[in-house]
Structures are given as C-alpha cells and as structure tokens.
C-alpha cells in the first residue's frame, strides 16, 4: 500500500490552510508528520482520509484517487486513530472496536472473534464488556487501535494520538503502533507533537510549516537547528537529557 500526496491545498472557509503539500508513505514504512500547532496537520490527514476534499491536487491509495471511492472501499483501504476520543461514547468497548467492520459485511462469530483478537492484541485481552468511557486514556487510544485492527486496512493514519498521555503511555502507544506495523506491513502516518519522539520512532518524517510541507527525510538530516529555528522559532540546542525507555510488561 502506498499513499501519495501529490500537490494537495485545502481551503477551509475559503481559506487557504494548505499548499501543495506533497508526501510519500509505503509499505511497512512508519512516517511522521511534525510542525507547530495550526500548520495544518489535521487539515492534510483529514483530507487524506476524506474528511476533507482537495481544492486542488491528488491524493492516491495504491494509484486510486482516494476521493474517487466509496466510502465502503475507502474504509477498507485507510483506517483512522484521532486525538480526540469521543468522550460522550457510552458503548461498550467490544461495540467500539466492531465498529472497525462497518465497512465490510458481518459475520457476528467471526467478528467477534477479531474483536478477541484485536485485543489481545493492544493488551487488553477480556476488555469487550467494559464500558469505553471508563477505560484510562492510554486504554481508550489501545481500543482504537484495535479498531483500526479489525479494519484490516493496509493504511493507519494517527492524528496526535499519545497527546493525552502521560510519557510511559506514549511510549507504549507508539512501540505498539510500530510493532503492528512492521508486523502487519502497514503504511503508518503518524502525527506527533514531540520531535524527539518522532525522530526515535520514524523511519522518514515530514515537517508542516504554514500549510506547507518544507522538508521531508529521514528524522537526522531533516530536524536540523536551522530548519528546526525557521519553523518553530526556537533555538534548537543539542544537549545529553533524560531519555525515556519503556520498562518491561508490569502495568502502571
Ligand atoms: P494543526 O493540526 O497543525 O494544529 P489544523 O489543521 O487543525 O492545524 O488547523 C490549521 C488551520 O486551519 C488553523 O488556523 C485553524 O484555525 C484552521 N481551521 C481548522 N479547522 C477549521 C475549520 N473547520 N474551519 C475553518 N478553519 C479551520
Ligand atoms: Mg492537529
């Protein structure tokens, strides 16, 4: 599966939130998209996942215009983890996850199955009763994962999804999103708040800056001082700091 993003600008209230942005993800790889809060990070994912249309350029899944499907085809082709979770969901978190099948016919056993395994997967085993809104935020984003699993899409995209996670749990997020990933050889595109984290766990990355994609790469030779000053307007000072490794599986 690869995802291209040829020339695409996006107005929104016939403003101009994006300006032919081009990007590239392919098969297995896990890419991050960077920049400052109101770039128009969200604008593009939601564009590429339909949301949104293009007021102009070309976003294709395996060479189809990704506008040009059905929303059924579409959701076979691309699944969505978001920041926001929907705090109103009173469902169950079984419900939450077979909602990952909307697009395909159901087939109660074997969705339920999937459902199982999808979280046993994300380590939440047994969890199908429980009630979504009641799960920690790190649980809740691990359910939509295992949504975005039962999807059985060879495209993840991830707006933003340890933002309401404390460090431990971004963590886990994120080695599980690139396990999975790398398991499963999905196309992953990431939008991360934190550039270190982002460095650490991409394979390329791209940074948004004023509705536009300035640079693309991997992390090393595209986060520079310079790049990184021009676009966040801070100074960009490489130092030894604490680094946070995942400890192993006891929970907290
Ligand atoms: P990011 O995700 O990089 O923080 P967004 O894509 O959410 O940025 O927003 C980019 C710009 O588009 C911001 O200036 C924001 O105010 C504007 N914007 C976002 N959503 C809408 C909308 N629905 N209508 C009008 N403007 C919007
Ligand atoms: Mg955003």
Partial sequence: MRLDVRGVSVHLDGRPIVHEADLLVDDGEFVCLV????????????????????????I???GDDVHGLSWRES????AVVAQETPAELDFTVGEVVLMGRTPYERAAAEDEERCARALDRVGLAGAQERIYATL??????RALVARALVQETRLLLLDEPTSHLDVRHQLEILHLVRE?????????LAVLHDL????AFC???????AGRVLAGGPPDQVLT?????QVYTVRAVRRTQLVFERLKEEDG
Avoid: F, H
């Fill in 225 to 229: 001082p310079e790049l990184i000053s």
């Fill in 180 to 188: 999975l990933g790398a398991e499963l050889g999905l196309a992953t």
């Fill in 60 to 62: 294709t899944v395996d």
């Fill in 136 to 141: 920690s935020g790190g649980e809740k984003q």
């Fill in 203 to 209: 394979d390329r990355l791209y940074v948004m800056s």
């Fill in 35 to 58: 920049g400052p809060n109101g770039c128009g990070k969200s604008t593009l994912m939601r564009t590429i996942y339909r949301a949104l249309r293009p007021a102009s350029g070309l």
């Fill in 196 to 199: 270190n984290q982002a460095a």
């Fill in 75 to 78: 959701a076979r082709r691309t």
